[in-house]
């Protein structure tokens, strides 16, 4: 009796297996007879991309470095082109300052900033006290759309300093264009900074520039060379 109990529960196990069988030899590819050996499927191994550390970037040689350098010097460069040659921009012809440096202005005379840049300058008289401008004169009013002011890269205090920009109509009569704390900063890249302010045609015709340094913001001798008035 203890025999055949014994048997019924082997006769049970055989046939749920011979049940399973079929059913996993479906699921493999290519597997065999249900009789075959049922074959193992392991998991497919990570990416080698996802194990190994990222690739570092190639070191720049002195040749990328130079070649980089003498790029950025003509980007600046055709960047002053375009903007000493524009057709609608035009340099002051006569130009007067609040003060000079070492109190050297006369009145009546160039306080260095006529014409197109050229290295002469306007050089305030305070390094840190107070406020100093300077006023251009162009020969053609316009409907002024820019002004561009040129500093020398000689110290870097100007392009930071500069808070105002005042356009002078036909009357003589000021209007402020712009005004604050300048976000400029010295470009590296040639002899010059160009502080370039743009807005919207003016309504009224301009004929004069001011522009406004305050000393204290960055203390200093600011270079001014040359400013450009642009407009039609």
Known sequence: MKRELLILPAAAVLAVSACKKPAESRAADGAGTAGAPRSTVSAAPPAAATDAEPTAAAKATPQDADRAKRQAKLDFATMEDGYINDSNGQWATTAKASSAYGNSYKPGTDPGVCGA?????????????????????????????????????????????????????????THSVWSGLSDAVEDKRGGRTWFVRKFESTPYLAKGVRVTIANAVDSGYKYVDAVQLVGK
């Open 117 to 173: 840049p050229d290295g002469k300058h306007w050089t305030n008289h305070s390094p840190d006290i107070g406020f100093e401008w300077v006023e251009l004169s162009y020969d053609r009013p316009v409907s002024a759309t820019e002004v561009r002011v040129v500093f020398d890269n000689d110290t870097p205090h100007g392009v930071r300093a500069i808070n105002k920009i005042e356009l002078i109509d036909n009357d003589g009569q």
